[in-house]
């Protein structure tokens, strides 16, 4: 027979689980990943369950936590393994049908109630013009802690994008107002203040009317701007009288915010965000998502949109025993120097290392030189200083113009290790050599031609989808051409020196951009310059502004000699 236990009054009863949800409702700001907070990302780093609203939030998230797409099982109802947080759609029902605001509190409760750590990521700012109120009381209710995380609201910040402030030092008064099923008397809103219009796309006609009905003198100006604050954003300008037709002509979509007042006039000087020399450019850049992080980040500051597509992939040596010969040989004091000539050296010998059960105490009395500044940062990452970087060209050129003859009263020892890949130059060897040293020239990891890269993908590098492409080597444009195709004609090719500008050119492509110095990052400025002048010679020419994938000639372009 089973005791049953009372509880005493000192003693309260305990659930059966002590475990308690906690839900944070965060804004993710009108759409461009930059505008989330700090707070923000600490708890979607921290968040066991994330709730969305939109389709899109799925990958905000993870661009934003840098976690990789998901990957579908081969397998029906098979589960598939992820990194990151669950997430939960809180956008739709099971069938297919928007949740109202209560049935989407209810998922949220639903999920706390489990224990988790829950993110209730919503559009803008969960207090603003959202159902984050509704949400809350409904957690409140529920007895589970919460708290709220302010976002950008698109209503400040897409007008911001679009370069129209909505208040100067003459109008000091803005109303913003959601366009609903809700009839709404406009002749309260007949001033000159400033008028911010959510929602208001599908009724923008009969709105401009009835304001003009109101007193609104029909050459106001009113600005429609969709899918602010992304490389997507459009805009169309236009007066009360006119903006219904215009809107239709731009083929204005939800969402969209729309601004009426003379803050619109403001737009012409104002203008930042789309008047971006890339803005918008789809911008292949044919390097892995590690390698290609400052490339990446450097597009994305001139608008455009850049997409990794790895062309070489780097795998172990064929033969590891020289490899393990030349390790053994740098802890056992045999070398002076040893020569960094990348980042996949560097992490070809650390492995080897972690291999051995070695740190960097084995670097101990051993000098270290380094190719250039990315390759320094990865050996600093390891906890070591690089002793020789080029002072001019980042190059194996740059490092000998550096590096040190061979002393028979400095040096003590006169041999240089150089793990390098199977496919480097020996034009350091051979400069090593002249200088006195002695090299072993050691293949430490292999480059392989990559995987091709999905089809959707082929076809927009053949078809001119993309708009520009950035080869940073010779073995990017042999490996791209080859894995996925010929870019087409339209596609602005850039390149970063003039040996990947020839490669280019023998595979039948025009350079259209080279940088002035073998620099990821002056590649980028040498596109950009290109992409505003040519920006600049089409508003000159009265023609509207394109992208390049947008003007398609007619037929190939061929090689020129340059």
Excluded at 290 to 314: D, K, M, N, W
């Amino acid at each position: 027979m089973t005791q049953r236990k009372t509880s005493s009054p000192s003693t309260p009863p305990q659930a059966p689980s002590q475990v308690r949800g906690w839900v944070s409702f965060v804004g993710s700001g009108p759409g461009d990943p930059g505008l989330l907070t700090v707070r923000a990302v600490e708890l979607l780093r921290d968040a066991e369950i994330v709730v969305t609203e939109l389709p899109e939030h799925a990958e905000l998230v993870r661009s934003v936590l840098g976690l990789p797409a998901p990957v579908e099982s081969e397998e029906p109802g098979e589960p598939t393994e992820s990194d990151g947080p669950e997430f939960v759609d809180g956008g739709f029902g099971e069938d297919g049908q928007p949740l109202t605001h209560a049935a989407r509190a209810k998922v949220v409760v639903r999920q706390a109630k489990k224990g988790r750590r829950v993110v209730r990521l919503m559009s803008g700012d969960p207090f603003v013009y959202a159902s984050g109120p509704e949400e809350a009381q409904a957690c409140a209710k529920a007895e589970i802690g919460f708290e709220i995380v302010p976002g950008v609201s698109s209503v400040t910040a897409v007008p911001a994008y679009a370069g129209i402030p909505l208040t100067t030092k003459n109008n000091r008064e803005v109303a913003v107002v959601t366009c609903g099923e809700q009839r709404i008397d406009w002749e309260q809103y007949a001033d000159d203040r400033t008028l911010v219009l959510l929602s208001g796309v599908g009724s923008i006609g009969e709105t401009a009317k009835a304001l003009i009905a109101a007193g609104r003198s029909p050459e106001t100006p009113v600005a429609m701007t969709q899918v602010g604050t992304t490389t997507s954003q459009a805009t169309v300008t236009s007066t009360l009288e006119n903006i219904a037709a215009d809107a239709r002509a731009a083929r204005i979509n939800p969402p969209a915010i729309t601004v009426i007042g003379t803050v619109v006039n403001l737009r012409e000087t104002l203008s930042w965000f789309e008047t971006k020399p890339l803005f918008g450019w789809r911008v292949l850049v044919p390097r892995t998502k590690e390698q290609a992080g400052s490339l990446s980040a450097r597009l994305r500051g001139y608008g455009s949109v850049p997409e990794e597509v790895p062309t070489i992939s780097v795998e172990p040596p064929r033969n590891p025993l020289q490899m393990d010969k030349a390790v053994r040989g740098l802890v056992e004091g045999r070398y002076e120097w040893i020569a960094f000539t990348s980042v996949n050296a560097v992490k070809a010998v650390r492995e080897k290392f972690e291999e051995y059960g070695l740190d960097a105490r084995a670097f101990s009395g051993l000098k270290i030189a380094a190719v250039g500044d990315k390759t320094a940062a990865s050996i600093a990452a390891w906890g070591l200083r690089a002793d020789l970087v080029p002072s001019g060209e980042q190059s194996a050129a740059g490092l000998l113009a550096d590096w040190p003859p061979y002393d028979e009263v400095l040096d003590p020892i006169n041999r240089v290790f150089l793990p390098r890949a199977d496919i480097a130059t020996e034009n350091l060897v051979a400069g090593l050599i002249d200088l006195g040293w002695e090299c072993d020239d050691v293949t430490a990891y292999r480059t392989v031609r990559a995987t091709p890269p999905p089809a959707p993908t082929r076809d927009a590098i053949k078809t001119g989808k993309f708009d520009a492409v950035v080869f940073t080597s010779s073995s990017t444009v042999r490996n791209l051409v080859g894995i996925a195709g010929k870019p087409h004609p339209s596609t602005v090719i850039a390149c970063i020196g003039p040996a990947t500008a020839k490669t280019a050119e023998e595979h039948g492509l025009r350079v259209d951009v080279l940088a002035p110095e073998p620099s990821v990052e002056l590649l980028v400025d040498a596109l950009a310059d290109f992409g505003a002048a040519r920006r600049a010679s089409l508003i000159e020419s009265g023609q509207p502004v394109t992208k390049p994938s947008e003007r398609k000639p007619s037929t190939r372009r061929k090689a020129t000699s340059s």
